[in-house]
């Protein structure tokens, strides 16, 4: 049976995150009490206001087909929320809503890669990028780190040919956490007008930033770059919303009209009630989830001031995960004798293109972070 299927999904890994959550699960069943750091969603409960959004249209039966790239009026509200927060216009006529931002980073791998087209993915990476990328027929190709785990420009610069369509860029960053800076933005900005290739910017964790730093979109940086620029976003992180699966883009009209075709072919609207529910979450007030960002920053700074010495990790400037590491251990070794030995769950770093790391989530409560704490300083003293 296996000879009849397609190259493509005998080349694709599963979800490291989901495989992790699965046997994590598996050994809960068991009756195993496990400190689950895997899990990439934020713990609080959708907020009340945005579930009677959801709840108002299903009483009101709205709860048929929609324009396939979404709602004209949350098309509206994403164009007024990124205008307002990130300082771009972009018409809703170049927005399509998706069926989460993943759908959405999809959607764009298959209107941009022709078979064999390179996309360049600076490392460390959010594991489902070089997957997406081949599924869509494009060649994933890793740009390394400098000491800061940011891009390391001279090697972006040399990975640079005929074949390159895009390269992503992820700030606030899963899984390290880093953000960059204006001015580091606008170097890369230089390198992708130089080369003309598509820029795909992640910033799903947009509002997840720490240590007084501010979000800076490249594509806001000039016109010529948001004519390269394909800004990817969406609710689920920032109102704990990651079951409703709505996602969108922004894009050059002439790639959104393509991507809606694609999108139009394949899964059309994304749901109607979530859609209701999206846009009621996009009515907010930045003051309505500060007390929750300040929360994550307050988890972040118990992480880094208890870690002890035995224990090396990058300092996260946004998102809500730490990669570290423990001596010698590589990732897969480290995640093992954290779930064997200490009930802690993390997902190994060699899939996110990070050796000898492990990425943990701090989207968990005080108290199950202070026992992680505790578990992962006995195992650092251990093999430290």
């Not at 994590?24 to 969603?41: D, F, T, W």
């Not at 994403?78 to 927005?95: H, R, T, V």
């Not at 997840?208 to 004519?227: C, F, M, P, R, T």
């Not at 293109?353 to 972070?369: C, D, H, P, Q, Y």
Request: proline fraction near 4%; charge should be positive.
């Amino acid at each position: 049976m296996e000879n009849k299927f397609s190259r493509k999904t005998k080349e694709l890994k599963p979800s490291a995150t989901l495989l992790i959550n699965k046997k994590v699960s598996e050994m809960k069943a068991k009756g195993e009490k496990i400190l689950n750091l895997s899990v990439g969603e934020p713990d609080f409960d959708t907020p009340a206001f945005i579930k009677g959004a959801a709840i108002k249209a299903i009483n009101e039966g709205f709860t048929k087909y929609t324009d396939s790239s979404g709602i004209k009026e949350l098309r509206e509200e994403i164009s007024k929320k990124l205008f307002k927060d990130n300082n771009l216009l972009y018409y809703p006529e170049q927005i399509i809503v998706s069926n989460g931002a993943k759908h959405s980073l999809f959607n764009i791998f298959l209107a941009i890669c022709d078979e064999g087209d390179e996309v360049i993915i600076p490392q460390p990476y959010w594991v489902s990028y070089p997957e997406m990328v081949k599924i869509a027929g494009g060649k994933p190709v890793f740009c390394r780190f400098n000491n800061e785990y940011k891009i390391d420009i001279e090697h972006l610069k040399s990975l640079i040919n005929e074949k390159t369509k895009a390269i992503i860029l992820n700030s606030p960053s899963n899984p390290s956490g880093i953000v960059y800076e204006k001015d580091e933005l606008k170097t890369i900005g230089e390198i992708i007008l130089r080369n003309n290739i598509f820029c795909i910017s992640d910033e799903v964790y947009e509002y997840y930033i720490y240590d007084g730093k501010k979000h800076v979109s490249i594509a806001s940086l000039n016109e010529e770059l948001k004519n390269l620029a394909i800004v990817v976003n969406g609710v689920s992180k920032t109102f704990s919303m990651t079951g409703w699966r709505i996602g969108y883009l922004a894009a050059p009209l002439s790639l959104a009209k393509v991507i809606g075709n694609i999108q139009s072919q394949t899964t059309s609207n994304p749901s109607s009630i979530s859609q209701k529910a999206a846009l009621s979450a996009l009515s907010f007030n930045l003051k309505d989830i500060s007390p929750i960002i300040r929360e994550f920053e307050v988890r972040r700074n118990l992480l880094i001031k208890n870690l002890n010495e035995f224990v090396q990790f990058i300092k996260p400037q946004g998102a809500f995960y730490l990669m570290l590491k423990i001596g010698n251990l590589n990732s897969l070794q480290l995640c093992e004798k954290l779930l064997d030995e200490e009930k802690i769950a993390a997902v190994a770093g060699d899939d996110f293109g990070i050796e000898n790391f492990v990425r943990i989530s701090f989207a968990v409560k005080t108290e199950i972070l202070e026992q992680a704490i505790a578990g992962i300083n006995r195992l650092a003293k251990k093999y430290g």
